[in-house]
């Protein structure tokens, strides 16, 4: 089992540009969660996704961020026009399709704008 | 939504003695608790987890205990080491239809000085 795989592991974007951050989910897990980590701080979520469903996304910014689970292939974090306030490490977790079990966390894409 | 709340925001401790961290979360019908700890530029690793079922749990050094009465729980380090010096964060599961979505605790510096 490979674990939650997140390509790329860093993305250098100058300011205007599109960013898009992939996340595999573990082998069997249907559930993805989005999190954004600014320097020293803590986990922002986001967005939580099912396959193709989007279960609660309060926790993104209202424009320029989008994020898809489609049926094949992985979830996709999607941010537009990027601003450097957009610099940060986005980590994406999965978990199973049960109420109480552990979600594994991904290496995390580490965002640059420049 | 759910709420949850960590102390201290930054922990000093000498290698040998005890950590101590304490989660407080506001949702009731949470049922699931996971601690993360995460290393500089690492991704969040479970180390241990608590179901609401259960008042406490002990896994070599780390143990969890959960007060479903007043709604918090905390994790206990002893016999600290330099390795363990990271970020370590708390999470609650609150029910979600069916399913459940995670929130995490602002996160806790614990540093071990030799």
């Known amino acids: 089992n490979a674990g939650v795989m997140q390509n790329p592991r860093h993305l250098v974007r100058r300011r205007g540009q599109e960013a898009r951050l992939r996340c595999s989910p573990m082998?069997?897990?249907?559930?993805v969660y989005w999190y954004r980590q600014l320097p020293e701080e803590g986990l922002k979520f986001m967005v939580y996704?099912?396959?193709?469903?989007?279960?609660?996304e309060s926790g993104m910014p209202k424009e320029r961020f989008s994020a898809e689970f489609p049926k094949e292939g992985p979830s996709i974090l999607r941010i537009q026009q990027v601003v450097r306030g957009d610099s940060a490490a986005y980590f994406c977790?999965?978990?199973?399709?049960?109420?109480?079990?552990?979600?594994?966390f991904g290496q995390g894409t580490r965002l640059t704008v420049v | 939504g759910e709420n949850v709340e960590q102390h201290p925001s930054t922990l000093s401790v000498q290698e040998g003695d005890s950590a101590v961290i304490k989660c407080t979360y506001s949702?009731?019908?949470?049922?699931?608790f996971p601690w993360y700890k995460q290393e500089l530029g690492k991704r969040p690793q479970l180390i241990i987890d608590?179901?609401?079922?259960?008042g406490e749990k002990k896994d070599q050094r780390i143990a969890v205990t959960l007060n479903k009465t007043a709604k918090h729980f905390s994790l206990h380090i002893t016999e600290t080491q330099p390795e363990d010096s990271a970020v370590y964060f708390c999470?609650?599961?609150?029910?979600?239809?069916?399913?459940?979505?995670?929130?995490f605790g602002a996160g806790t510096q614990v540093v071990v000085t030799p």
């Open positions: 977790a999965s978990s199973r399709e049960s109420m109480n079990t552990e979600a594994f």
């Open positions: 082998k069997g897990h249907s559930h």
């Open positions: 996704l099912q396959k193709e469903n989007i279960i609660d």
């Open positions: 999470a609650a599961k609150v029910p979600y239809d069916s399913w459940g979505k995670f929130q």
């Open positions: 949702d009731s019908a949470s049922n699931y």
């Open positions: 608590i179901r609401s079922n259960v």
